[in-house]
């Protein structure tokens, strides 16, 4: 086939940057603020500058051939050339296979057919207009190259590991230009073999998500033998049948921490230990976000073979303990952020709404935002009516009850990769309306029920140093104690009723709650050290701090390598 450089192509290609520069202006005023509208706008102006570079060559190009005729005619898109939207629309199937433990039927059809409604005004309707002077064939898979990459942002963004270049933007140039040089070059060679290489990259995709999503399946193996091991120890029944309160603070940083930050939390601590609070010092999580950090407490395990948020429901080595003492559980939360398509074992939880029902709109939301992060799920819920059911259960004073929330407050930071030019002072308001909403937590239930065991916690640090996220691509070298205690560090206190005598545990990690809890209530003094789990972070260390870990309370790597976590601390360091 001989490719003869034309006017008419020049043409063809001038108008389609014009056609993919208009395109991106009106995606930018419809989708939602976010990493996609930021790409965008950064495309655009590279977009434009091409635009610009062959407009000049066209000119050129059409002095020299004076006898160039404009094509003056509309064209229309060929029925079958709707074979080629699955290629944008591969990773929408692929968001909803992920997702699915949030879709319901009309969820569903929700993330499927907005994003085809998108692609097929910008693939097929909108490029009718210019095809008045270009081809419609190149328009068409210009449009749909810029779908899929717009419909890719959330994924590329979200895997930092795979950039090209390490830059985000050059990632996202490199997805436009090869899908689009992909199709129009298989497109002009013969239309069927780009139809088939479409949908065989749709299927490969969707064979290779299902793949990864069984793999995680077979996985699954339940551990009951911990269980019933468990309890077929008669010394290990809950004797002492106290109410417990496990209150989790959103990102509350521990004293030294906050002393780093400037900010001074001594007279809130005094509050806590002038009610008979005990506050652990130097305490740490082994996970760095709310569902990794908080499933590993309620498991008590390091190494989950399941989701987060299967735990998060209720499903939990320690909650199952309670409830075959005869507890009742209970989970508070403030949205259903914290719950999955798993059966939602809290005797009694909030909210009900389940997560299903809003997946479709937020998973759409966020796709065209290119961002998956945390807080999809937090826009719709009064807080106010979460503080009036938290008081209610507070004060409600039944017997036998395992009462566990988590709440918004202070906050981690934006987690946009940059922080934000107010991040800690933004953290410090936090901070006075965590210690407001603490304050009155704790005076509920020591007015109502002086006789429990009340753990106020963190989930995990607020994530104020560098750059306010993950610390991946810093050099190792260069991230110290502060980084680790601001991404792991987290926050403990627990007031010990007055017949329990808890001195003799050493309490490192969050997730030894359970194991002091249980070797305090049951009749087996052994119960802390035979459930405790290591003293090591578990998840993502590689993403939150570039390879650092913790082992029993000492630095493995990185600046402050071979010293102490926190200099303050409630525990002894093994020798
Ligand atoms: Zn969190």
């Known amino acids: 086939m001989k490719i003869e450089i034309n006017t008419q192509s020049i043409l063809d290609l001038t108008v389609s940057a014009f056609f993919v520069l208009t395109s991106m202006t009106i995606m930018r005023l419809v989708i939602p ?12 102006k590279l977009v434009g500058i091409v635009f610009l570079a062959l407009s000049v060559i066209f000119l050129i190009s059409w002095f020299f051939n004076r006898n160039f005729k404009f094509k003056k005619k509309i064209s229309t898109p060929n029925l079958k050339d709707l074979i080629l939207v699955a290629l944008p629309m591969s990773p929408i199937i692929n968001y909803a296979l992920i997702n699915n433990e949030y879709l319901v039927a009309s969820g569903f059809l929700f993330l499927i057919g907005i994003p ?27 449009g749909l190259a810029l779908s899929f990459t717009v419909i890719s942002v959330a994924k590329i963004y979200n895997n930092p590991e795979s950039h090209i270049l390490n830059s985000l933007l050059v990632t996202q140039g490199v997805y436009l230009i090869l899908s689009f040089l992909a199709v129009y070059s298989l497109y002009i060679l013969d239309k069927r073999i780009a139809y088939i290489a479409v949908i065989f990259f749709t299927i490969t995709g969707i064979i290779i998500n299902f793949l990864n999503q069984s793999k995680d399946n077979l996985s699954k193996i339940q551990k009951p033998k911990r269980f019933v091991e468990f309890l077929d120890n008669p010394k290990n029944k809950i004797i002492k049948k106290k109410n417990i309160y496990l209150l989790v603070y959103e990102s509350y940083a521990d004293l030294e921490t906050l002393n780093h930050y400037g900010f001074d939390n001594n007279e809130h601590l005094e509050f806590l230990e002038n009610n008979d609070f005990k506050v652990y010092h130097g305490i740490y999580s082994n996970a760095s976000n709310s569902l990794a950090s908080t499933s590993r407490i309620l498991e008590i395990d390091g190494n989950l073979s399941l989701l987060d948020r299967y735990y998060a429901s209720g499903n939990a080595f320690a909650l199952n303990i309670f409830k075959a003492n005869g507890y009742k559980t209970i989970g508070l939360f403030t949205s259903p952020y914290f719950f999955g398509s798993s059966k939602i074992s809290w005797d009694e939880y909030y909210p009900k709404e389940s997560a299903t029902k809003m997946g479709g709109m937020n998973i759409t939301k966020s796709i065209f935002e290119g ?18 059911l ?8 039944k017997k036998q009850t395992l009462f566990y929330t988590h709440n918004r407050y202070p906050g981690h930071s934006g987690n946009s990769g940059k922080c934000a030019p107010d991040e800690k002072q933004k953290y410090f308001r936090g901070m006075k309306k965590a210690n407001i909403e603490m304050k009155n937590d704790v005076l ?12 106020l916690l963190s989930d995990h640090g607020p994530y104020l140093t560098k750059n306010c996220r993950n610390l991946k691509k810093y050099d190792v070298n260069t991230i110290n104690k502060y980084d680790i205690q601001d991404r792991y560090g987290a926050f403990l206190s627990i007031y010990w009723p007055k017949d329990i005598l808890e001195t003799e545990n050493e309490l490192f990690i969050t997730q030894d709650i359970f194991p002091v809890i249980l070797s305090n209530i049951t009749n087996n003094k052994n119960l802390f050290n035979k459930l405790k789990i290591e003293r090591k972070f578990f998840d993502e260390i590689n993403w939150s701090i570039a390879g650092i870990n913790v082992f029993n309370g000492i630095i493995k790597g990185g600046m402050d390598d071979g010293k102490p976590l926190f200099d303050k601390r409630s525990y002894k360091l093994p020798n």
């Open 444 to 455: 509920n239930v020591i007015n109502n029920d002086p006789n429990s065991i009340i753990v």
């Open 116 to 142: 085809l409604i998108f692609i097929l005004f910008f693939s097929y309707i909108f490029p009718i207009i210019f095809s008045f002077i270009a081809s419609l064939k190149i328009l068409m898979i210009s």
């Open 390 to 397: 938290k008081k209610k259960y507070l004060t409600s004073n």
């Open 33 to 44: 603020e976010g990493n996609t509208t930021i790409f965008l706008l950064r495309g655009s």
């Open 371 to 388: 961002n998956f992060e945390f807080d999809i799920f937090e826009d719709d819920y009064d807080y106010k009516d979460y503080l009036k």
